[in-house]
């Protein structure tokens, strides 16, 4: 590996000469004319009646997939322009340019599932088991059958230009209450009002006091606020439950384990297990507690942070470090993460009119990623671009698949970042001297299973009931917070000594459209990927081409297919997430020893 590295990416080799690029405007320009050119295709196509016609729909289908991956080329192209610097105006006439493309795209390919949703079952089976085809067969099968599930198309597109107004309109709507927030708060300078974003992150001070001060206001703006977010929520949830029923759908998780890709049975199985494990998470906070001076931390301190880590470890030594780690597990993946290293595809510098946050984008076109993030040295900086690499890697694997067959889960998108992330922190904690840092390692990685079996499973107990109470009715304010309390004891095991009632209003993903149930996913993610871990751990070398084989599957079959055939795993059984949970106890146990 070459170093020292570059601190910047290099996106040139990808359109060159940035948002003013000529070679972009040009392929924008061919983009646009090939999605009216497929516009034409799919209003002149036809349900094939026989095997025969069903040939006439490759060309269509080519081209679905060919302009499917120039948008996200187009997307991923101006979002890093816009990402690497937030003054670029060029960058936002891009973005806003490729987002009205996708619109009409989007359109399009909706039609074209009718044509798939009209063609008779016997005409089907021939259709998929054509070679030329049958690689795409499940994705067009799932496609296929979801359009059926569905009302009728005039029902369905009245239903959509409806939710402009109606669903993503109280979903804004929401916005806008969230920029009204404003938190009183007193510095040396006096008193000013702090925004939710600015308030939000004064939850995590250091110093318990002004936590607990900010967690008092906040949850009182909040209060303040409660009865406008209790009508937003309602409508919300009233217009999906709406067009489930005229979809004849009775069961809510439907739709989000459908885009999940699992069945019911296996979510259920996977929190019996976590609630199973919780014993071992109380105990952990109980300690916690203890070691910060309190009988029982508050909600507000259950993040707050225990032990130290103080060195900094420069890029090029984290860059190394993360390869030789790799390494240990699979020469392919280390390869890979050298390459990008190599090839600048990692933005890491530390500039002014940078965007926050760290992220990973594909370009199908290139067969390239590029990972953005900036890194000022801390071993959660180091985590998060072994995260990333991990993304990368996935992508990488399934770069040679047709365009159709890379489209994955949410709950396997986190699938091989978490994987290399575990890699990298796992060999942090092993690795650190000093007690008071290796303490801090290991209760940063505790910490990601509190959130994802407590704090995330309070988010999906309130919500399941909250979708049952609402078919009976509206549910008031005061309602909801008491149904929020109550899944908090229950996902906490009532071990805190206060809740957060108003989490219902002050949580953004409860009022997302494009996604519904934008909680249990995670949860499957994260214990996917650690069971896959644990798995890796017991069968050393030769775990390493199941896992690439499984990867490069995860965008064609369920969940529960993906590890039957590649790991001869039944999801429905707890063996597999027990695994998962048995490795995150054991790291209870050593934080419970060195606290002792
Ligand atoms: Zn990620």
Wanted: aromatic share 10%; glycine share 6%; charged share 25%.
């Amino acid at each position: 590996m070459k170093q020292p590295l570059s601190l910047t990416w290099e996106l040139e080799s990808i359109f060159p000469g940035g948002s003013s690029s000529p070679q972009f405007e040009e392929f924008l320009k061919q983009l646009e004319a090939d999605i009216e050119t497929l516009r034409q295709q799919v209003a002149a196509s036809v349900s094939p009646a026989d095997s025969e016609s069903t040939k006439s729909l490759d060309s269509v289908i080519e081209l679905l997939q060919s302009c499917s991956g120039r948008l996200i080329q187009a997307s991923e192209f101006a979002g890093c322009l816009g990402a690497q610097n937030q003054q670029d105006k060029g960058a936002v006439r891009l973005s806003s340019k490729v987002t009205g493309l996708r619109a009409g795209f989007e359109g399009i390919s909706s039609q074209f599932d009718n044509v798939l949703r009209q063609t008779s079952d016997a005409v089907w089976t021939e259709w998929m088991a054509r070679p030329e085809i049958a690689p795409l067969a499940f994705v067009l099968s799932e496609s296929r059958d979801l359009a059926r599930e569905k009302m009728s198309p005039e029902l369905e597109s009245l239903a959509l230009e409806l939710a402009v107004d109606g669903y993503h309109g109280w979903s804004e709507h929401y916005e806008t209450i969230v920029g009204s927030i404003q938190i009183p708060y007193e510095d040396e300078e006096g008193t000013k009002q702090l925004s939710a974003g600015q308030a939000f992150n004064k939850l995590d001070d250091e110093d318990p006091k002004v936590r607990k001060a900010m967690f008092r206001k906040w949850e009182e703006a909040w209060g303040g606020a409660a009865d406008y977010c209790a009508d937003t929520l309602n409508h919300l949830a009233g217009f999906r439950l709406k067009l489930y029923k005229g979809r004849g759908w009775e069961d809510v998780l439907k739709e989000p384990l459908d885009i999940n890709r699992m069945s019911h049975t296996t979510l259920d199985v996977m929190w019996d297990v976590i609630t199973k494990s919780k014993p071992a998470l109380v105990s952990y906070l109980q300690r916690k507690a203890k070691l910060l001076g309190m009988d029982a931390l508050a909600w507000v301190d259950v993040e707050a942070p225990v032990g130290k880590s103080s060195g900094k470890i420069p890029y090029d030594q984290a860059a190394k470090d993360i390869v030789t780690q790799f390494r240990k597990f699979s020469p392919k993946l280390a390869d890979f993460a050298e390459h990008a290293f190599d090839n600048n595809w990692i933005e890491v510098e530390d500039r002014p009119a940078k965007r926050p946050g760290g992220f990973c984008v594909s370009f199908p076109e290139s067969k390239e990623s590029r990972i953005f993030m900036t890194y000022s040295g801390t071993p959660s900086n180091v985590s998060t671009l072994a995260h990333e690499l991990g993304h990368a890697y996935h992508s990488f694997l399934l770069d040679d698949q047709p365009l159709f067959n890379q489209n994955y889960a949410m709950n396997v998108a986190e699938t091989a970042s978490t994987f290399a992330e575990v890699i990298v922190s796992d060999a942090q904690v092993k690795a650190a001297a000093d007690p008071e840092e290796k303490l801090a390692l290991l209760e940063a990685k505790i910490q990601n299973s509190v959130a994802f079996f407590m704090n995330i499973h309070a988010r999906f107990l309130f919500e399941t009931r909250f979708y049952e109470k609402r078919k009976e009715g509206l549910v008031n304010a005061e309602e909801l917070s008491a149904l929020m309390e109550e899944a908090q004891k229950e996902a906490f095991c009532g071990v805190l000594s206060e809740y957060h009632p108003h989490f219902w209003a002050s949580k953004l993903h409860f009022y997302i459209t494009d996604v519904p149930f934008y909680n249990f996913p995670y949860t499957v993610g994260y214990m996917f990927s650690t069971g896959l871990y644990r798995l890796a751990l017991e069968q050393g070398a030769s775990f390493a081409d199941k896992y690439d084989n499984l990867l490069r599957d995860t965008g064609v079959m369920t969940l529960e297919d993906l590890v039957s055939k590649h790991l001869g795993v039944d999801l429905a059984e707890p063996d597999f997430w027990q695994g998962a949970v048995d490795l995150i106890v054991a790291d209870i146990n050593e934080f419970l020893a060195m606290t002792n």
